[in-house]
């Protein structure tokens, strides 16, 4: 007997797609692992063919969260709904979903289209109507023409599209991924994200991602939630999280994190720790004497020389630690103050305006437009700009460095 893997969670009870009713909330829904709390009273509403991404540091409850609206898991409290019926207690496969995970779990003896077809076969589906809908979902994910292959005689990115066509010839409803592009190199990920997101706008289906991959959320979602320790900090479109983050962590996480201590003063004023005072409407929505951060993303900042700022404009003074050629771009880390530092971004325009960057050592003033400040409070669980997570979240361009050089 074939033993079946877990993520064959066949859905038997969605034979439409994109027909309105691929929504999923969850209402305070909490796991508990013995004393440990994975998942922390989380709300959501996902709205039919929405591409919605959970992103977040490794531990902070994505898969856990994913494995309950699949059905693998039960939450401890809250519900889960879909389609806004209750599905508390239904196994996987009664629920209208399937699940994509990391690793693809291909049936190593069988072809393409027998892995694909496996589901159906189980369903008793007609054998012509099976045959169609394979190879349908095969040309979908661009492997038409390798159906009669093992997965063993294909790449990575290949047997990641497979398990893609395995989920999607079910006509679930919502469509669960964990991490899909994990295992893949930077390049092919990049171009299965592209491919991913018009496979979604294709078919219209709900899709669930999970990633601690913030600009793979960045470029593939609708909207994306932002975890942390169990908890959902920010919820919002991908412009919203990188313009406007609503916490320490999710400035830190979502790109690199340029907090300035601040103290509001009242009014629209809030006080640079050590630095100006800046008017700014973002300064109205707190109240005087509220302690908090300033950020400024780093392609944001200027660089002039010290005493030279623009005077019309907010700055602060500080001392070139490191100068990094990222290609595009040449990364500055200033030092502002004793425990204070900031990442500038200077577009590589031309070879003569870099070679007048200031070097390691030198002083600079560091210039923004007050619009571009956002001032964030510190996360509610002390995941703050020191904390687990932020800070340690290397550029995209760095971690493409580190891809390259392997
Ligand atoms: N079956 C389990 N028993 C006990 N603890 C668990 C179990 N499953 C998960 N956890 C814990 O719950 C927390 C959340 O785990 P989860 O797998 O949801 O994290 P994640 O966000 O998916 O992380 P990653 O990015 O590493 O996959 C972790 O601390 C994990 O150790
Ligand atoms: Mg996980």
């Known amino acids: 007997m074939e033993s079946e893997p877990e993520n064959v969670d066949s859905a038997d009870t969605a034979e439409v797609r994109s027909d309105g009713s691929g929504d999923v909330s969850l209402r305070g829904v909490t796991k508990d692992f013995g004393s440990f709390t994975a998942v922390d009273d989380i709300d959501l509403d996902i709205a039919d063919g929405e591409f919605f991404t959970m992103l977040g540091p490794s531990g902070c409850g994505k898969t856990t969260t994913l494995r309950m609206i699949a ?133 219209g289906i709900t899709f669930v991602y999970v990633t601690h991959d913030q600009e793979e959320a960045l470029t593939m979602s609708d909207r994306i939630a932002v975890m942390n320790q169990g908890r959902i900090e920010q919820c919002a479109d991908p412009e919203q999280v990188y313009e406007k983050p609503s916490t320490t962590f999710v400035a830190g996480f979502i790109g690199v994190s340029n907090l300035l201590p601040a103290e509001v003063r009242g009014g629209n004023e809030v006080s640079i720790v050590d630095g100006p005072t800046v008017t700014t409407p973002d300064a109205g929505r ?78 600079v003033h560091l210039s923004w437009e007050p619009e571009h400040m956002h001032l964030v409070t510190e996360s509610p669980n002390g995941s703050g700009p020191n904390g687990a997570g932020a800070g340690e979240v290397s550029t995209s361009e760095e971690q493409q460095q580190g891809e390259e050089a392997k």
């Open 71 to 203: 059905g693998f898991e039960q939450p401890t409290a809250g519900k889960v709904l879909i389609d806004g019926k209750d599905v508390a207690g239904e196994p996987p496969y009664k629920r209208p979903t399937n699940t994509v995970f990391q690793n693809y779990a291909l049936f190593p003896h069988m072809t393409l289209e027998e892995n694909v077809a496996f589901g159906l076969k189980r369903k008793k589906v007609p054998k012509a109507e099976i045959q169609r809908r394979v190879s349908e979902e095969l040309e979908r994910v661009g492997l038409g023409r390798e159906a009669k292959r093992k997965p063993a005689q294909l790449s990575g990115g290949q047997q990641q599209r497979v398990a893609l066509a395995r989920a999607l010839v079910n006509l679930p409803k919502v469509l669960l991924l964990d991490e899909p592009l994990g295992a893949l190199d930077l390049k092919l990920r990049k171009g299965l994200q592209v491919e991913l997101k018009r496979i979604q706008e294709e078919v």
């Open 286 to 363: 707190f109240s005087a004497g509220e302690n908090l951060f300033a950020v400024v993303r780093p392609e944001k900042l200027d660089v002039s020389s010290p005493g030279e700022g623009p005077a019309d404009r907010p700055g602060i003074e500080g001392i070139v630690e490191s100068s990094l050629f990222l290609g595009t771009a040449t990364q500055l880390g200033v030092k502002v103050a004793d425990d204070s530092k900031l990442t500038v971004l200077v577009p590589n325009a031309s070879e003569e305006e870099r070679h007048r960057l200031p070097g390691g050592g030198a002083k």
